[in-house]
């Protein structure tokens, strides 16, 4: 039996209703999290099977900088960023449901123009439009989680969701590396599609509609335009969005130089997909950590310490391996894990305070909280990245400028008035 309560022993009639449905269709809501986790993990395998394949892709299409194959990494999250400006306001008007199916109709012709590329120009264009698809499953799971739930509640719930979505960047460098040495790089590509087929089948057939008809938005041409009205007027959103544009941006670039770094820089070229895999698990770990830990000190506080831990980890290494070479591996390693155990506890949080002020247009406020923190996030990961060369210390002083621009946000949002007091919601499994 599950039982849900809050200070008056009764939910919202939303809530009720969408717990209901669920009901109805003998799902649960350990399904719901794996089957979020599951729509928000396609973004995962796209990108991180494809790391060990990056020099082999390259050579194919005829790069000659290597640098230039960080585009491959860099362009699918401009898609995932301009995506959600066209999904977010239609599922608002349609609902959740038929938006996610347009998504994964966009990402099969894209990735299709992945495979039969022959230039990087192509690649790059097949990839934008990748992210584009990929957007709308993306978004659109964080829109049904709003619809579900609030509050530090809705973190716990980010958290567990983002926990099991980790478990595919752990072992998708190994997958996309067996694939590569058994078969080719375009075979990745294929992997990527026959799961986001059996991805969209078990959504069509187990998850109820969460946006209920009496709360779906007329669509107009103003649609989008008096969402943003709507969004500008909450400056929590905007602070939390711009302080997950740093983070995400300086992930980023963790992501795009990852390859460079421990294949080129260190010669691991075999045992990167492990090395992936274990930096991984130090955002996982985190990450389920903190949905116990969200409860009892709430979001805000969880947000502080990471950011603060994030800052003085960047700092510490930039202050010991200033213009010195590259540490061994095991230092490079424990900061790295250091500085992941801290994210680890930012991307669930950051996204529910964003989201938090703006429930009653959960699809358009995913949309734009999404496009602008994308949007920040791209340029700083392709700038930062070209410095990425001969040593890992320009993506450590990445880290340490977005870290500081974030907590000047926070400070900002603290002094100028006190934090927004929300409502919990405790939810109780017997």
């Not at 230039?68 to 959600?84: E, R």
């Not at 809705?154 to 996309?176: C, D, H, N, Q, Y």
């Not at 700038?383 to 621009?405: D, R």
Request: charged share 10%.
């Amino acid at each position: 039996m599950i039982t849900f309560y809050n200070d008056k022993c009764a939910l919202p009639k939303t809530q009720l209703l969408y717990i209901c449905k669920m009901i109805k269709s003998k799902s649960s809501p350990f399904e719901f999290i794996a089957l979020m986790a599951s729509l928000m993990s396609i973004v995962a395998l796209a990108i991180d099977a494809l790391l060990p394949a990056l020099d082999y892709i390259g050579f194919s299409i005829g790069i000659t900088q290597a640098v230039d194959n960080q585009l491959l990494i860099t362009m699918i999250f401009l898609g995932l960023g301009l995506g959600p400006l066209f999904f977010g306001p239609i599922s608002d008007s349609l609902g959740r449901k038929p938006v996610v199916f347009m998504g994964f109709g966009v990402f099969i012709i894209a990735s299709f123009i992945c495979v039969f590329s022959q230039s990087l120009e192509m690649m790059v264009a097949g990839r934008i439009l990748q992210g584009i698809g990929l957007s709308a499953p993306r978004t659109i799971s964080i829109a049904m989680v709003r619809d579900t739930y609030s509050g530090d509640y809705m973190a716990r719930i980010m958290s567990f969701i983002t926990s099991v979505f980790l478990l595919v960047p752990v072992i998708a460098p190994a997958m996309g590396k067996f694939v590569l040495d058994h078969y080719n790089w375009q075979a990745i590509f294929y992997i990527q599609l026959i799961f986001s087929v059996l991805v969209s089948f078990w959504f069509w057939k187990r998850q109820p509609e969460t946006l209920l008809k009496a709360n779906r938005i007329k669509f107009s041409r103003t649609i989008f335009i008096n969402g943003l009205k709507e969004l500008s007027k909450s400056k929590r959103t905007i602070s939390f969005t711009m302080i997950s544009g740093f983070v995400t941006g300086s992930f980023m670039v963790y992501l795009s130089t990852a390859q460079q770094i421990f294949q080129t820089q260190y010669n691991l070229k075999e045992q990167f997909p492990l090395i992936f895999a274990g930096l991984s698990i130090a955002i996982g770990s985190a990450t389920f950590l903190n949905a116990t830990l969200v409860l009892k000190y709430g979001m805000e506080k969880m947000v502080t310490t990471a950011l603060i831990s994030f800052f003085s980890v960047s700092l510490l290494y930039i202050v010991l391996f200033l213009d010195t070479a590259n540490p061994s591996i095991g230092i490079l390693l424990t900061f790295f894990g250091l500085q992941f155990f801290a994210i680890g506890f930012l991307f669930g949080n950051l996204r529910a305070l964003a989201m938090e002020p703006i429930g009653h247009i959960a699809g358009i406020g995913a949309a734009i909280t999404g496009f602008l923190s994308t949007m920040m996030a791209v340029p700083i990961s392709t700038l930062i990245g070209k410095y990425v060369t001969a040593t890992a210390l320009p993506l450590f002083i990445g880290f340490l400028i977005c870290s500081t621009m974030a907590l000047l946000i926070l400070v900002y949002l603290k002094v100028s008035g006190n934090p927004q007091i929300i409502k919990k919601i405790s939810f109780k499994s017997v």
